[in-house]
């Protein structure tokens, strides 16, 4: 028998873009929305499109993603952004592979999308997060930003794709990119060593040639251009970020 699954998403202010996202898991056993105090009408759409939702104060990605596992009804757990979108080949995979689970935990191949446009390099090819997961063996950790499942035991691959659609606009990841400079920048290994601004250039500077020549981005084209040139500003920004800080 089936195990029920709960999808868990934290939002906030994601009325523009998260009915997609309901949609694509609409064949769950539960669709568990944690809202951090949105104000765009996002938990009346979702309440609409029948989803159980509640209300807990952001308190950064990993503990409040935590707080929606723990909050779920079911034990297996499938995390998901409002920003994504699971795929029909990928939704019959994810059932069939609850009927016989082999893994406590699964990671899904994800194909995102930059601007509109698909990037198939960048470093972006490898992106595998861990998604699919019982929580009797694993939780997010409590990291900010980049958080991650911390899994007791060995994780699946599921190989269809869970499309991700961060960036659709280059206002949207001038925002994102600066929201996450900041968090990540308290993360940093080694931090209570002195940065300089010349270091901070430098680490930028890495983060350009790493993922469009080392991780091929000049393959993206265009798109693999100015999405390098960004993330690179994005790093030079956290370490001044954190340069600042430390002065």
């Known amino acids: 028998m089936r195990p029920e699954l709960s999808v868990v998403i934290v939002a906030k202010n994601e009325a523009a873009n998260i009915a997609a996202c309901l949609e694509s898991v609409s064949w769950a056993d539960e669709i568990l929305v944690l809202d951090s105090g949105s104000t765009d009408g996002t938990r009346e759409l979702c309440r609409g499109a029948g989803c159980r939702v509640i209300t807990e104060p952001w308190m950064g990605f990993g503990p409040t993603k935590r707080r929606a596992v723990e909050a779920a009804s079911h034990d297996w757990i499938l995390s998901v952004d409002a920003d994504e979108r699971v795929s029909p080949p990928l939704a ?6 609850l009927g016989h689970p082999a893994f406590p935990g699964y990671r899904i191949r994800r194909r995102s999308h930059y601007l509109g ?4 390099f960048s470093g972006w ?4 997060p861990l998604r699919l997961f019982d929580r009797r063996a694993g939780n997010f950790n409590d ?3 980049h958080e991650r499942v911390v899994l007791n035991g060995p994780a699946g691959v599921l190989q269809e794709p869970l499309f991700h659609h961060p960036y659709p606009t280059l206002e949207s990841h001038m925002a994102k990119m600066t929201q996450y400079a900041f968090l990540g920048a308290g993360q940093i290994p080694g931090r209570k060593r002195a940065f300089t601004r010349l270091g901070a250039f430098f680490h930028g500077h890495h983060k350009f040639l790493k993922m469009y020549f080392f991780q091929l981005g000049f393959l993206d084209g265009w798109t693999g251009l100015v999405l390098a040139k960004n993330s690179a500003f994005g790093v030079y920004l956290k370490y001044l970020k954190q340069w600042l800080d430390d002065r």
């Open 125 to 128: 090819q490898n992106d595998r």
């Open 143 to 145: 990291r900010p930003v």
């Open 117 to 120: 446009k698909p990037v198939r």
């Open 92 to 97: 019959a995979r994810i059932r069939e592979t």
